[in-house]
């Protein structure tokens, strides 16, 4: 599904005399090299702000955190996506809302997030996944774009008050380890997410709750800042090649693609089948990788209450998608005959 060692080898002189520069100073965490990757990502996405955190999860918990959302709250999340999404709501304390996804789009269905919203309502977070932008609703209420999928999309999703970004090395700009950021234009909300990470220091020694909320441990690191600064050159080639892949595919599997935006950036290409599973044992036998984005609803994840029944209930959309979507190798690694070869597996399977 992504070959890790072949895209470092096509950046790999920059990035490994970035690392070894890192190395060198002893300038481990912080420092003039993560504020560089900061910026760098933060214009990439046509922010003002950029605050690196230690992940993805972390960068949409402290988003939350820094708008004040915590206990008696309620956000607002669609069915499909990562755990980490809900996770991050349960983070605060803040209670999960879990709406429907579109008919023919796993992306959140702006009616289906205002037909929810009540009171207690704090925030809707709109997940731009496989590399399209969802459309979030016309509301007064906060919207935090989780953005992990969505690095390098044109143009960028930029609703939200908050935008998070992961940088797990499977994403189209990914590091050689864990890492995340949090984007914004207003300024005392980068301020308050730099705290949070910071054990809510405003001065060494002196701590304090932040929005609400006592802070924590969680930076970017200046090695994988450094790793970052490598690979950005290459992102606008590799996003290119995602896309030209991508429409072989489609012409190939008409009737089994989602629409997607012509910005894209292809982070995950997925088709829908009504004999998934079938498929993916074919494309296996056959020595094609394949991955399932997402076996369940988040509506059937037992450890927030859910079951398959509920899910079934209450976001049927979601449960289709779930039991059809299949993703296929698609990065910029791949030669035309690697996809040839998966094109002619699928026909052959499907």
Known sequence: MVDLSARHARVAGDVERRVADVLR??????????????QAVADLLRRRFGVGVGSGTDALTLALRALGIG???????????FFATVESVLHTGAQPVL???????PLLDPDAALAAVTPATR????VHL???????????IAIVDDSAQAVGTDPPPARGVLGAVSFYPTKVLGGAGDGGLVVT???AL???????????MSAPNVHHRVAGHVGGNSHLDAVQAAVLLGHLPDLAVRIARRRQIAARYDAAFAGMTIPRDPGSTISVYVLRHPRRDALRSALGARGIASAVYYPMAMTAQAVIGGSPADARRRTPNAVAFCDQALALPCHADLTDADVARVTAAVLGAA
């Open 25 to 38: 100073s002893g300038r481990y965490v912080g420092g003039p090299v993560v504020a560089q990757a900061e």
């Open 71 to 81: 206990s008696g709250h309620q956000v607002i999340v669609p069915a499909v996506s």
């Open 99 to 105: 709406v429907d996804v579109l008919p023919d789009a």
């Open 123 to 126: 925030a809707i977070v709109a």
């Open 130 to 140: 496989f590399g399209n932008v969802a459309c979030a609703p016309d509301t007064d």
């Open 185 to 187: 234009d207003e300024q």
């Open 190 to 200: 980068a301020q308050a997410v730099r705290r949070l990470g910071s054990h809510g």
